[in-house]
């Protein structure tokens, strides 16, 4: 199968193009950022594309990360997979950014289970705790950070997320020592790519996964009323 896979959903704009049939990732480019992504996106997917040496026409799906993370950043990226889709004729799968966060764990440690943390702000983050092998244990969801540090608690977890040096912060002393804590700002193109390539296109729909209300909100206090 071959794949173009994008991200946008947190501090970085990249792109993939996986083959799986021909040594894997063919190509691919991250760009870290917390903003810009719109102007930043398209280029960077062309940039990728005459890496890889493929054409649309080559390619068997897209492939785009649905959140949680930034609400603007979310939309640049499943706005343009859908296009990319319409366009070109192509399904469109979404991934998850707590699911791309966790697998790389997964699969290297069966021992051991996995909490997925994003920096929500305000003592919160996105949550999901994953059992060894895989099976959900927390589904996604905006928890407080104590709790997210009470799952970490109760052995000794990879944790992984733009949250997940404050959830091994937040430890006691008397915690298990994590086996992993990774603290990077944004998921793994590559896993990306590669869960996406596997996921029944049924059930993984390009929507946004957003977990909570935008901040910004209409203020319906300043609308003049209706005659």
């Known amino acids: 199968m071959r794949v173009l896979a994008i991200d946008t959903a947190l501090a970085a704009s990249s792109a993939a193009v996986l083959d799986t049939a021909n040594g894997g990732i063919v ?26 040496g493929m054409s649309f026409g080559d390619l068997d799906r897209v492939v785009v990360t649905t959140g949680p993370g930034s609400f603007t950043g979310m939309r640049v990226g499943i706005a343009a997979a859908r296009g990319f889709g319409v366009a070109t004729n192509l399904p469109v799968v979404g991934v998850s ?59 000794a977890s990879c944790i992984v997320g733009s949250a997940a040096q404050a959830v091994a912060n937040g430890l006691p002393a008397t915690a298990p020592v994590p086996v992993t804590v990774d603290t990077r700002q944004a998921p793994d193109i590559a896993w990306i790519a590669q869960i996406g390539a596997v996921m029944p296109e049924a059930q993984a729909p390009p929507q946004p996964l957003y977990l909570r209300a935008p901040d910004a909100q209409p203020q319906n206090a300043a609308q003049l009323p209706r005659r």
């Open 27 to 52: 190509a691919s480019e991250s760009v870290a950022m917390t903003r810009g992504h719109a102007e930043a996106l398209m280029p960077l997917v062309a940039r990728v594309m005459q890496a890889s």
């Open 97 to 155: 950014t707590l699911s791309a966060y966790a697998a790389p764990y997964l699969g290297a440690d069966e021992l051991s289970p996995v909490i997925a943390a994003i920096d929500a702000r305000h003592g919160h983050v996105y949550l999901q705790v994953f059992a060894p092998g895989g099976r959900t244990l927390v589904a996604p969801r905006l928890a407080p950070l104590n709790e997210a540090v009470r799952a970490a608690s109760h052995s």
